[in-house]
């Protein structure tokens, strides 16, 4: 570790984020005095350790809007997605083989979707305009009777457009098909309600607002449809067939205590940060008022319907990499963390219409509840004097 720069101001909380001391407390006992496994029931180690699983199922309910009976815990995300989406497929294909998506979509369902169609799944695509808001009109049109399912995250991890889920989930409804959404981003950070936004299946993971790595949850509805996913793992009986192994009882209380958290602190948090991104944002696509005001980026995503703590800014003749470079204490990034290996543009800029030259002059910036005023105004004057040294601004 001691060959790797010491990060000192960290703004990529949207490939994750630290964990909140109060969640590592509530976890640490289940790592040495209450290690029982939760599926053992004839004892109080296990008793002890399931009624700590069930308060944290209890918990993500309350999160999300749900019962906890709709709740089974994963390892994340990504094989929630795959839990739901190959489950929907393997349950429903006596009805279709028709799959929509979105363009936008994580990497995480936008693989699998590839898989199923190798499979023999059709997979139709859903455009969106230059925020990344889809046409609802267009699901509309592409909508069939064997379409099974629609996934459409809620919102977007590059840009943080907030999609109008409801408008969408109606329409798929309407049509007797299930509605899948990445819930991802947006759980812990914005209020949300299946109910409300008419979800059949989501996902969440507990490192994206405060909570540990490895451990996730799949909501899945029991009625209004009752929701019905085949297995594709199998082994032990655990979460209701759909998801086999020992438990992770520490990360599951990891996971309970951050939603907990974000549910009491969400509204105070989201006004400090969403303060934060803005002056950040300002300072960094335009010039100073002696200089006119002359815009320097253009802000990505929709303005009017995004989360609180995501920038991703197009800053004028740069390549993003070079000024990532530049600012090595300052952990920023120009996408998903998934991808940021891979050397393409974003396809998620690129399918908001971005030129392949301009996705590569993008950053993204995701604020957390750990950052403070002082770090936003150090990393902001840092950023602008890279900047400025790459578009040839410097006196």
Partial sequence: MSDYLYV???????????????????????????YGNAASRTHQAGWYAEAAVETARER????????????????????????????????YEAKGKHIITTRTEHKAVLDVCA????DGYEISFLDVDREGCVDAAQLRALIRKDTIVVAVMLANNETGTIQDIAALSEITHSNGSLFFSDTTQAAGKIRMDV??????????SAHKFGGPKGVGALFIRRKNPRVTLLPWMHGGGHERGLRPGTLNVPGIVGLGAAAELAMNEMWETNERISRLRTFTEQFLTEDNLERSSIERGYINGCIKSRLPNTSNILLKGIKAHELIKRVPNIAISTGSACTSADDAPSHVLRGMGLSEEEARACIRISLGKQNTEEELLEARQALRNAIDELQGRTQ
């Fill in 8 to 34: 000192v101001i960290y703004l990529d909380n949207n490939a994750t984020t630290p964990v909140d001391t109060r969640v590592l407390e509530k976890m640490l006992p289940f790592f040495t005095e209450h």
């Fill in 60 to 91: 993500v309910a309350e999160l999300l809007g749900c019962e906890k009976q709709e709740i089974i815990f994963t390892s994340g995300s990504t094989e929630a997605i795959n839990i739901a989406l190959k489950g929907i497929a393997k349950a």
């Fill in 115 to 118: 898989a199923l169609e190798n």
């Fill in 195 to 204: 109910n409300e936004l008419g979800i059949d299946v989501c996902c969440i």
